[in-house]
């Protein structure tokens, strides 16, 4: 069997006894490249003879639908990719024991009569008059959480033969990943959700710049590299590739350990165009409070443009990845603001001295006072915008282009406390 179908199971207690280190990875002169056998438009007909009989199984014993699998389809089906099918099936469904009375209560009731009636019948009928259910609902109900006396229900999301196909692929993808020692991946625009869901993760990542300016290099750690967790890792590994699928382009190599003996590498190579399935698109901003101030600044400002998300830069060996550009429309000059959502004041200073070190001097760093995780205070700095619950396009404004502020409108609040203090001279006065 092919190692792209082969079942993983959680190797995270065995991986102390194993063979293969990345030590030993770094020694080999070549690896061979594994070609998954991906799911194409030729699968389609089967994918659909496939979903068509499991929807005629639905509301029948899962007995009944594992003895109907096992039998061939209408339309040939290759046995290998059927096996991928049908796990991802699994994985779609959402079977239930649908009784108004648990199995666990209707069996305890029926054991306990049956000790002291030993007609069988009689037994069955008390106890179903102590349930208020009918006899054959009890007998019905009395092993209906085990797995194979469950009702199969309709898919939870259903399915079209491509998006089962696509959804077989990912599933490839993962199986390897889920063996994976090492990954590299190297991937051009709409690489900042990729980083942020890389983290989101918990994946051990390291982002470094390209060969290209338009390019960023992803180096992650694989399951197989840990000693533990490697399956809850795997899942958070293979969850990355669908968010890759948004890139402008990009390429992953995965360097995967084959073999029960696991003894020999492959590496697996995914690019633009595979087929597999993207995630969904993800929102233009990744809070309210981005959103709000994209908004209100473009309103403000009127010559200059908001970019969101725009290109990382270089701070040493480091990349940061601001929320946005502020360009000035006629000047043509740039300053990058960037949102910090949970801080320190020490985690400022850092993040101001590596800006300093790498002679960023254009990066403006809007703090969130009700978000400080230490009560150390932070001293004042002109690049430094704290705010609460929104942050002010004023004090942004009166930064990069503090001429502009002569031209524009009292801002509300301070025309409300202006109202509010010749309120009360004209009480005074009075």
């Known amino acids: 069997m092919s190692p792209q179908f082969t079942r993983q199971h959680d190797r995270g207690e065995k991986l102390r006894e194993a063979p293969m280190s990345l030590a030993h990875l770094s020694k080999l002169t070549s690896i061979r490249v594994i070609s998954p056998g991906y799911l194409t438009d030729a699968d389609h007909p089967w994918l659909r003879a496939l979903l068509d009989?499991?929807?005629?199984?639905?509301?029948?014993?899962?007995?009944?639908?594992?003895?109907?699998?096992?039998?061939?389809?209408?339309v040939v089906a290759p046995q290998r990719k059927l096996n991928v099918a049908l796990g991802v099936l699994e994985r779609l469904s959402r079977d239930e024991a649908l009784r108004s009375v648990s199995p666990r209560k209707i069996r305890s009731v029926v054991f306990h009569r049956a000790a002291v009636e030993p007609d069988r019948a009689k037994a069955l009928a008390e106890a179903a008059v102590i349930l208020d259910v009918s006899p054959q609902a009890a007998m019905d109900g009395l092993f209906a959480d085990l797995p194979d006396e469950r009702t199969l229900m309709p898919l939870s999301t259903p399915a079209s033969p491509v998006e089962l196909a696509h959804a077989c692929n990912s599933a490839i993808v993962a199986s390897l990943l889920a063996r994976a020692l090492r990954v590299r991946i190297v991937a051009r625009g709409q690489i900042r959700a990729v980083v942020r869901h890389a983290r989101l993760m918990g994946l051990l990542c390291h982002a470094a710049p390209g060969v290209t300016k338009e390019e960023i290099m992803l180096e992650i750690s694989g399951p197989f590299s840990l000693f533990r967790h490697t399956r809850i890792y795997g899942r958070a590994l293979s969850s990355l590739v669908p968010r890759l699928c948004w890139c402008n382009s990009y390429r992953l190599e995965a360097d995967c350990v084959l073999g029960t003996a696991g003894t020999s590498v492959g590496r697996l190579v995914l690019g633009s165009g595979d087929?597999?399935?993207?995630?969904?698109?993800?929102?233009p901003f990744d809070s309210k409070v981005e959103e709000r101030f994209a908004r209100e600044f473009g309103k403000l400002a009127r010559d200059?443009?908001?970019?969101?998300?725009?290109?990382?830069?270089?701070?040493?060996?480091?990349?940061?990845?601001?929320?946005?550009?502020?360009?000035?429309?006629?000047?043509?000059?740039?300053?990058?603001?960037?949102?910090?959502?949970?801080?320190?004041?020490?985690?400022?200073?850092?993040?101001?001295?590596?800006?300093?070190?790498?002679?960023?001097?254009?990066?403006?760093?809007?703090?969130?006072?009700?978000?400080?995780?230490?009560?150390?205070?932070?001293?004042?700095?002109?690049?430094?915008?704290?705010?609460?619950?929104?942050?002010?396009?004023?004090?942004?404004?009166?930064?990069?282009?503090?001429?502009?502020?002569?031209?524009?409108?009292?801002?509300?609040?301070?025309?409300?406390?202006?109202?509010?203090?010749?309120?009360?001279?004209?009480?005074?006065?009075?």
């Open 53 to 74: 009989e499991r929807e005629r199984f639905v509301g029948q014993k899962r007995r009944d639908w594992k003895v109907r699998i096992s039998e061939p389809l209408s």
């Open 275 to 283: 087929p597999v399935a993207p995630a969904r698109e993800l929102a």
């Open 304 to 430: 200059w443009d908001v970019v969101r998300e725009p290109q990382a830069i270089e701070a040493g060996d480091v990349l940061i990845f601001p929320d946005f550009e502020l360009r000035h429309r006629m000047t043509g000059e740039r300053w990058l603001l960037e949102i910090v959502g949970y801080w320190t004041a020490d985690y400022v200073r850092k993040k101001l001295s590596l800006v300093r070190a790498a002679r960023i001097e254009r990066l403006i760093l809007c703090i969130d006072e009700e978000r400080r995780c230490a009560e150390d205070l932070l001293e004042i700095d002109a690049r430094v915008v704290r705010y609460r619950r929104k942050v002010e396009p004023r004090a942004v404004l009166e930064i990069v282009d503090p001429g502009a502020l002569k031209d524009l409108p009292t801002s509300p609040q301070k025309r409300k406390a202006s109202n509010r203090l010749r309120s009360q001279g004209e009480k005074q006065v009075g």
